[in-house]
């Protein structure tokens, strides 16, 4: 397992509904990020559509497999990279069933995907309306070990990054599509989730504007200790490179043991009141 | 939350780029050569003028002014021109009078001394030749309808409303003025008070029986789902005030939105119809 590696976080702002285009445009930057040295290409939260594409999710739904992950698997493969992006998967099952769904592929083709577990339907958002929520937090195993997935919203609820690191993710990927009026509150989960698991965690937003929403960008790599260690430009597409090594989790797992401090106990008396609210 | 004063204070930078990039995009992708928009010398259609021209160029932004008779106002058409000229529009002056009186003449039930009807027919011929410019020179609308007009209902349906987009739709009119210091519009626009000119003497605030300094507060309290009685009391006004805004902003809902239909059929326009703006 590689201890030290590169990651790219690819924020792009997304021609909505022009899958081809937007798997054009993941192309050209997985191959620029592989010439800079990238080993791990992220892309934002349903990055094969655009977010806003509402009743015509229905049409632009794809299995997983199907057209669109076999032409970036195609493409892990050629430039050896590993490739995490977004998109809403028909369930292979149903007719009109859709996630929102997170998928990994590597060099050896499909690893595995992740389904948004918290669907926001609030505000500005529609999510429930669409798609059906996962209701597993998966861990990947790569060969930069085991990989968590998350999706936006989910930031919001530690749990399911608390599950990924308990299960062994010492890297969080979380794509996301986040409007400007909620900057703040991303920019503050990102570090928390980051120090309460003393995990390293990439967060990958969307750019460009969709229907009057303006997606911030801002993508980061979070370090462990909550400290930004790189981070993309706001509000226009931008392709920034980090650098990941998990020894530098030992010295902030030792000097804020989060982890060794856990009280399992609480968990259940949480479950009962949160039944309650 | 306390209503006061300061929750309408804007980061006026971090607004003004967002309008900016909000027009930008949406020219580009409509693929349209430009703006035209009605410019009547008041604060929300100079400020919207200018950050058109701010966003795109001002060779790419026809001002219209459109006077005519009855409101017939100098200094109003003056102030149309000053911002022109400072923010390097294009403008174009066209007196609509001729074309209201055809509209009067030819309408067997006219009534004149029913001046909201008639100054409704001016906000409406005004949309007329905001749009023959923009299908002729294949422009967009671009409207300049603030917050507090648009909550209220306090336009005129499909007349000075009608646009294809609307930039400051989301600013009060006290945010509105914040933005228009701080993008340069000449001071005296900004402190002249506000009127729709759809008769001579109209004035926004004394028909609305209310400042925009209140009612947007008592707006931005309603927004935020304050009850009533929360509002009068935190702003010392009395309940009834508040009342009566409330009603308005209810009631008012069927200026905001496409015509309402009845479902019938599988998929309904402004119910359950949800498409998106340049999908492909």
């Not at chain 1, 924020?11 to 791990?40: F, M, P, W, Y």
């Not at chain 2, 336009?155 to 003025?177: C, E, H, N």
Request: charged fraction near 25%.
């Amino acid at each position: 397992m590689k201890e030290k590696f590169k990651i790219a976080l690819a924020q792009i702002s997304c021609k909505r509904g022009d899958k081809a285009e937007n798997v054009r445009k993941i192309e050209d930057n997985v191959t620029k990020a592989k010439k800079q040295g990238a080993e791990l290409v992220i892309f934002p939260e349903l990055s094969l559509t655009g977010y806003t594409v509402r009743d015509q999710i229905y049409e632009l739904a794809e299995t997983i497999p199907g057209s669109s992950t076999n032409v970036l698997e195609k493409l892990a493969r050629k430039t050896e990279t590993h490739i995490v992006f977004g998109m809403p998967e028909l369930s292979e099952k149903t007719q009109a069933t859709i996630h929102n769904t997170a998928v990994l592929i590597g060099p050896d083709g499909f690893i595995g995907r992740y389904r948004k577990m918290y669907l926001p339907t609030h505000s500005v958002f529609e999510e429930k309306r669409y798609f059906r929520p996962g209701y597993q937090t998966p861990v990947f195993e790569t060969e930069f070990g085991k990989i968590g997935l998350i999706i936006c919203y989910d930031v919001f609820f530690p749990e399911v990054s608390r599950l990924t690191r308990l299960k062994g993710a010492q890297l969080i990927i979380c794509i996301s599509a986040s409007p400007a009026v909620r900057r703040t509150f991303f920019e503050i989960l990102t570090a928390a989730r980051a120090i309460e698991n003393t995990v390293f965690l990439a967060y990958v937003n969307l750019t460009g504007v969709e229907d009057g929403l303006q997606f911030w960008g801002g993508s980061r790599l979070v370090g462990p200790n909550g400290k930004v260690l790189v981070k993309a430009k706001y509000n226009e597409e931008d392709l920034v490179m980090g650098e990941v090594n998990y020894a530098d989790i030992r010295p902030i797992e030792t000097f804020v043991p989060t982890l060794k401090d856990l009280r399992p106990e609480f968990f259940s008396e949480l479950k009962e009141n949160a039944e309650k609210l | 939350m306390k209503l006061t004063p300061s929750v309408l204070d804007l980061d006026c930078l971090e607004v003004e780029t967002k309008i900016r990039r909000f027009i930008k995009d949406y020219v580009e992708k409509s693929e349209a050569k430009g703006i035209v928009l009605g410019l009547s010398g008041g604060i929300d259609s100079s400020v919207t003028a200018a950050l058109s021209a701010l966003a795109i160029g001002g060779n790419k932004v026809l001002g219209l002014l459109l006077p005519e008779q009855e409101t017939y106002n100098t200094q109003d058409i003056e102030h149309a021109k000053l911002v022109a000229e400072k923010f390097g529009l294009k403008t174009e002056m066209i007196d609509i009078t001729p074309t209201l009186k055809v509209f009067y003449n030819s309408i067997p039930i006219f009534e004149t001394v029913d001046k909201l009807c008639k100054g409704n027919i001016k906000a409406r011929t005004r949309m007329i030749y905001w749009y023959y410019y923009a299908n002729r020179l294949d422009m967009l609308v671009c409207g300049s309808s603030d917050k507090s007009e648009t909550m209220t209902g306090y336009f005129t349906k499909w007349g000075d409303v009608a646009a294809d987009i609307s930039p400051v739709m989301d600013l009060y009119k006290t945010q509105v003025r914040k933005l228009a210091q701080h993008i340069g519009v000449p001071k005296e626009i900004v402190t002249k008070p506000a009127t729709p000119a759809l008769w001579p003497g109209q004035l926004a605030e004394e028909e609305l029986g209310i400042k925009y300094d209140t009612l947007d507060l008592i707006l931005y309290g309603l927004e935020r789902f304050m009850k009533a009685e929360e509002i009068a009391q935190q702003l010392r006004v009395r309940k009834e005030l508040v009342d009566k805004i409330k009603c308005r902003w209810l009631y008012m809902e069927h200026k905001r939105r496409m015509p309402l239909t009845t479902k019938i059929q599988y998929r309904t326009v402004g119910a359950d119809f949800r498409l998106s703006y340049f999908t492909h």
